[in-house]
């Protein structure tokens, strides 16, 4: 049984492991958002576009930069606030107040997400994803390896380059 004492609820808060930190990093989906994915809300990522609910920067529209799961915060692309002496920083967000209006679906395991809750993915989403896929595989076909720079062998990991190096080429080791 969970205590309800709240000491004791900040302090688990706080020593949180980060599958337990993650699961807090959610925000509320758009009303047709719901309708579609069957979900009240979804987890968090950066790329996401949100929308602020409340606070200094409320109904404002901009995209997730960057997750901060030791502090629980987000920050935001476009949303920056000017310090005392005139150096612009970007505010960390808590979630809460923050709700999806585009959420980025590039990530195969969040539409297995939404497809768990019954919901489905609208064809717009998948196209997008569909040419950003097409782009990885000719990156992926270009970088499948490190490759000697002396005779052109391809190796799976950087060790084996290493060790290839040493082998094969002593004299260029020695340089």
Same mark, same amino acid.
């Given at each position: +049984?969970?205590?309800?004492? #709240?000491?004791? /609820? ?6 949180? #492991? +980060?599958?337990?930190? /993650?699961?807090? +990093? ?5 009303? !047709?958002?719901?309708?579609?994915? @069957? ?14 609910m ?13 997750? !901060?799961?030791? @502090? ?9 606030k000017?310090k005392? $002496? ?7 967000? !808590? #979630?809460?107040?923050? +709700?999806?209006?585009?959420? $980025? ?6 539409? !297995?997400?939404?497809?768990r ?24 076909e ?5 490759? &000697?720079?002396? &005779? ?17 080429? #002593? ?5």
């Open positions: +049984m969970k205590t309800k004492k #709240p000491g004791k /609820q900040r302090k688990m808060s706080l020593n949180a #492991p +980060m599958h337990k930190r /993650q699961k807090k +990093m959610r925000a509320v989906l758009e009303k !047709d958002l719901r309708e579609d994915f @069957n979900k009240r809300s979804l987890g968090l990522k950066s790329g996401d576009e949100v929308k602020v409340r606070g200094d920067f409320k109904d404002k529209e901009s995209e997730v930069r960057d997750i !901060d799961l030791k @502090n629980l915060k987000v920050t935001l692309e476009d949303v920056k000017e005392v $002496d005139g150096t612009e920083v970007r505010p960390k967000i !808590d #979630p809460s107040n923050l +709700m999806i209006i585009d959420p $980025d679906l590039s990530d195969k395991k969040r539409e !297995d997400i939404i497809k809750s019954g919901g489905e993915v609208a064809e717009e989403f998948k196209e997008v994803k569909e040419e950003e896929e097409g782009e990885d595989t000719e990156t992926k270009h970088a499948e390896g490190f490759k &000697c720079e002396i &005779c052109g062998d391809v190796f799976d990991s950087k060790r084996g380059l290493g060790v290839h190096k040493g082998k094969a080429h #002593p004299d260029y080791m020695k340089s």
